[in-house]
């Protein structure tokens, strides 16, 4: 209760339903999907360009999926998308908010390990971007080897240039700058993660009132869900330093970390085995369970095998996205097939995202390979 970082969460989550309800983001998705109309895949690029300028302010996978599925998701079937295709965009650019700055699940990541929230932030930048930028291109690749996936818009469908400056304009650049500033301001030392959320809800208020859709019913849903989420937290907050005491008490930290030392592991092998119980464990958890439970168990064997903190961080940041992508349990899955109901077949929003799987993973090889994506920005801010 007296930790005033974790104040960001309730202010970052009610920037983000402002923002939602606000009905900023359909603007953007349209005109970003004009602008890059040249380019093959041109819609879904919109989508996970859409999708993680909104997990950047709001961080909530399941906002983001049903947001983009009611929006996005009947654009690209008019424009006679593969519908495996475009479940998949939608999954995988929802999934990008719980890594992206300023991200909700970094603010809960660094109570529970004791780390910066800064450097956190700054750890995620190059990851969350490499991630987002592999998914565009596997996007670009796939629709030019195969363009009946994602048909190029007609000419008749693009409105004059005019048009889409203005659309760029006034959707894209207000909410990018109020996002560069939040995020701004956090990696530059001039305002902590509770002083730029609360500028982020600010300027998501402003942004509402100069769109016109600040209305009381609205502004009544985005704190009612704010308090609904932020509760949901708090208790696992609570459940967890519970489950926490209760298994140092007797003991089991130190069981767990003398038997794994014993193994006689070398890092990388230690790295390797955690991640892959991380993956399992997402199978039928969310990242919310995974972090607060079961990655503190861990975290006291890092000095032992000289790892990174802020490293091992970004591994299982990169990770959890897999959470909400692994069948049987993937929830952007559920999420999205519970807005479309009969439009689509779970089976088939299954097959959308396994390509994304493969990218998260290759990701997590490339980070491991290159330690430097993820150090190199928190050193350099904050030496």
């Known amino acids: 209760m007296d930790n005033s970082t974790l104040v960001a969460i309730p202010l970052f989550l009610f920037m983000g339903y402002i923002v939602e309800r606000a009905s900023i983001m359909d603007k953007l998705f349209f005109s970003i999907y004009i602008a890059a109309r040249k380019l093959p895949g041109s819609m879904a690029i919109a989508a996970f360009i859409t999708c993680t300028v909104f997990s950047t302010a709001s961080g909530i996978v399941g906002a983001v999926v049903t947001l983009m599925g009611l929006l996005a998701f009947p654009a690209m079937a ?58 565009m291109i596997y996007v670009v690749v796939r629709a030019s080897i195969n363009p009946s ?14 048009v889409i400056f203005k659309d760029i304009l006034f959707s894209f650049f ?3 700058i109020l996002i560069m500033l939040v995020l701004g301001s956090i990696l530059g030392g001039l305002a902590t993660p509770a002083e730029a959320a609360a500028m982020g809800a600010a300027g998501g208020i402003g942004l ?13 849903e985005s704190v009612f869900l704010t308090a609904k989420a932020t509760s949901m937290v708090c208790w696992l907050f609570i459940g967890s330093f519970i489950f926490s005491a209760v298994f140092s008490l007797l003991g089991g930290e130190h069981l767990i970390k003398d038997w ?49 903190p802020y490293f091992f961080a970004m591994l299982v940041a990169l990770n959890l996205q897999t959470s909400f992508l692994t069948p ?13 109901k009969n439009q689509i077949e779970l089976v088939q ?32 801010l904050f030496p």
């Open 260 to 308: 794994v030392l014993s193994l006689d592991l070398e890092p990388w092998m230690f790295l390797i085995i955690v991640q892959i119980i991380i993956f399992i464990l997402g199978w039928p958890l969310e990242w919310s369970e995974i972090l607060i439970i079961f990655v503190p168990i861990f975290l006291p064997m890092l000095p032992a095998f000289d790892v990174n």
């Open 349 to 380: 929003i299954f097959k959308g995202i396994l390509p994304y799987l493969a990218i998260v993973i290759a990701c997590m090889a490339m980070m491991y390979q290159f330690p430097e994506i993820a150090l190199w920005l928190p050193e350099y």
């Open 174 to 176: 207000p909410l990018t």
């Open 208 to 220: 509402a009132a100069a769109y016109r859709a600040l209305t009381w019913q609205k502004l009544k």
């Open 328 to 340: 049987p349990m993937a929830m952007s899955a559920y999420y999205l097939k519970g807005v479309l």
């Open 78 to 135: 008019n424009a006679n998308y593969n519908k495996e295709f475009a479940s998949g965009v939608i999954c995988a650019g929802g999934t990008l908010g719980i890594l992206i700055p300023p991200s909700i699940m970094l603010i809960v990541y660094s109570v529970i390990a004791e780390l910066s929230p800064l450097r956190l932030y700054a750890a995620a930048v190059f990851p969350g971007l490499m991630l987002a930028g592999s998914y």
């Open 149 to 162: 996936l994602a048909p190029p818009p007609k000419d008749e469908d693009v409105p004059p240039p005019a």
